[in-house]
């Protein structure tokens, strides 16, 4: 099982819609975990860390669930800007900050 | 505030080649990251330093990978000799010290091809 699990999409969605992306991890004590974003031909930026008790930005929401090892992000009334790949990112184990990505989750947010 | 400096930014090669890829990161940051990533996947880290010393290269090849932080702040990557297998972006990131929770900043990469 890899460490980091996304489907890989495209999500081919509308301008306002409301999209949602899950994420799995194998390493149960893993310790921090982050959305990043990553337009096409360029380096991934933070989008969000990811919180045990949820945590929303504006449009977006992530959530944490440990007991069943899986991440997601929601993002509402979608954006033509929106466009981009999200990463899942977890940092597996203390004392390092190695981050370990996931293959991303394309979104495609059409007029 | 500059972001992570790289160059190359692109760099094309042929297989048994050597290449030496060039990290700045923002001023002040201890720990410096460096990722490949392989078209269709996510970056994977390659080695990380703090100030000049290797904190974690697991996963770095080392009989063809080498790269080091003479003077903790820039940073070289090379390979030699390059494989097809190794194009890729290889992308330089730094943060502030290393902690679990810290932002960690991207550079623009290097784009490698080898032929």
């Known amino acids: 099982r890899k460490e980091v699990e996304q489907d890989p999409g495209p999500f081919n969605v509308p301008e306002g819609a409301t999209v949602a992306f899950n994420c799995t991890y194998s390493?149960?004590?893993?310790?921090?975990f982050f959305w990043y974003r990553q337009d096409c031909r360029k380096e991934p930026k933070l989008l969000m860390s990811?919180?045990?008790s949820g945590n929303e930005d504006g449009r977006f929401t992530a959530q944490l669930n440990r007991a069943s090892q899986y991440i997601s992000l929601l993002i509402r009334d979608s954006k033509l800007s929106d466009s981009a790949t999200y990463l899942c990112?977890?940092?597996?184990?203390?004392?390092?900050?190695?981050?370990?990505f996931g293959k991303g989750t394309m979104l495609l947010v059409s007029p | 505030e500059a972001g992570v400096a790289q160059s190359p930014r692109y760099k094309i090669i042929e297989k048994r080649q050597s290449v030496a890829f060039w990290c700045n990161p923002i001023?002040?940051?201890?720990?410096l990251y460096w990722y490949q990533q392989i078209l269709g996947q996510g970056p994977k880290l390659l080695i990380q330093?703090?100030?000049?010393?290797?904190?974690?290269d697991s996963q770095l090849p080392k009989d063809r990978f080498s790269a080091e932080r003479l003077k903790g702040v820039d940073s070289t990557l090379k390979i030699q000799p390059a494989k097809l297998e190794d194009s890729a972006v290889y992308l330089c990131?730094?943060?502030?010290?290393?902690?679990?929770?810290?932002?960690?900043?991207f550079g623009p990469g290097t784009r490698l091809l080898v032929l």
């Open positions: 990811v919180y045990s």
């Open positions: 990112v977890v940092i597996p184990n203390s004392g390092y900050s190695t981050l370990t």
């Open positions: 390493n149960s004590a893993s310790q921090s």
């Open positions: 990131a730094s943060s502030t010290s290393g902690g679990m929770t810290e932002t960690q900043y």
């Open positions: 001023s002040g940051h201890a720990t």
């Open positions: 330093f703090q100030n000049n010393g290797v904190v974690d």
